[in-house]
């Protein structure tokens, strides 16, 4: 997989599956603009990229503003006069649901709740979407991928506005891939599992985590570095006959009935 001469953009790359992603596109050749909420979090990431012999731009940008989005493509076009590539994966639960004190079932949830976690998880994904998607036609190629995650094929309890975001998230995905490819553009999303980014780590309990071990075939979170890869595949030549798919990479956790255990004890 390599990205030579390839430009993209990522979403949320201050830490996390975007920081893996920002990174592995710049080890393979490619220019990368590092763009995260935490401006400082990003300028670190396009750092070490830098310092790696790669090209990079660090973006402050909050993506549930619209200005923010047109800013972070004009100075990505600014940067490296094209676009071949974007990551969504830019997302952040409200500060109330990242103590717990927001969980709840959907006759309990709140607005607050639900219109914050639709803004950063699906508008926010919809408007990068369709800005990317004016410059790649006028290209007549590029790639975009999207994160989503197992929680929009499956249910949660306590956390309905996450699992109806990443649903549409699925279908937005979709309806981008079978519009847009006769202009050479492929939408795709990831679907990932647990993984150990400072969002999961940092908003669930130790008694969770060793829950979520215990749901996973292979017994433990996922990597940041393992979604990247699955990612970059996606952006690359690799998939040129790839489009409209949620790539699902749960270490197993999905392939379940959740029905007991038929084998002997």
């Not at 991928?145 to 197992?150: G, K, R």
């Not at 956390?159 to 006769?182: D, G, Q, W």
């Not at 969002?199 to 130790?206: D, E, F, K, N, R």
């Not at 990597?223 to 040129?240: G, Q, R, T």
Request: glycine share 12%; hydrophobic share 45%.
């Amino acid at each position: 997989m390599r990205f030579d001469g390839k430009f993209g953009l990522v979403t949320g790359a201050g830490s996390g599956i975007g920081r893996a992603t920002a990174i592995g596109f710049g080890q393979r050749g490619g220019g990368i603009a590092v763009v995260d909420l935490n401006g400082a979090n990003a300028e670190k990431v396009a750092g070490e990229i830098k310092q790696a012999g790669g090209k990079a731009v660090a973006i402050g940008a909050d993506v549930t503003r619209a200005a923010d989005i047109d800013m972070m493509f004009s100075r990505t076009l600014d940067t490296f006069g094209r676009l071949d590539f974007v990551h969504n994966n830019a997302f952040g639960f409200p500060a109330a649901l990242r103590t717990g004190s927001a969980a709840a079932p959907v006759a309990d949830a709140t607005d607050e709740v639900w219109n914050h976690t639709l803004e950063v998880g699906l508008t926010a994904v919809f408007r990068s979407t369709r800005r990317a998607l004016a410059i790649m036609r006028s290209q007549r190629n590029g790639v975009i991928v999207n994160t989503a995650s197992i929680s929009g094929l499956r249910a949660d309890y306590g956390i309905a506005a996450y699992n109806a975001a990443k649903a549409a998230v699925i279908n937005l995905t979709r309806v981008t891939a079978i519009e847009n490819a006769r202009y050479g553009i492929r939408c795709n999303c990831i679907c990932p599992g647990a993984i150990e980014t400072p969002l999961l780590v940092g908003s669930a309990t130790p008694q969770m985590i060793d829950r979520f071990k215990e749901a996973i075939p292979l017994g433990r979170l996922g990597k940041p570095e393992e979604m990247a890869n699955v990612v970059l595949f996606l952006a690359s030549e690799l998939a040129s006959f790839v489009t409209g798919a949620a790539f699902v990479a749960d270490g197993g956790q999905t392939a379940k009935t959740g029905s007991p255990s038929f084998l002997p004890e």
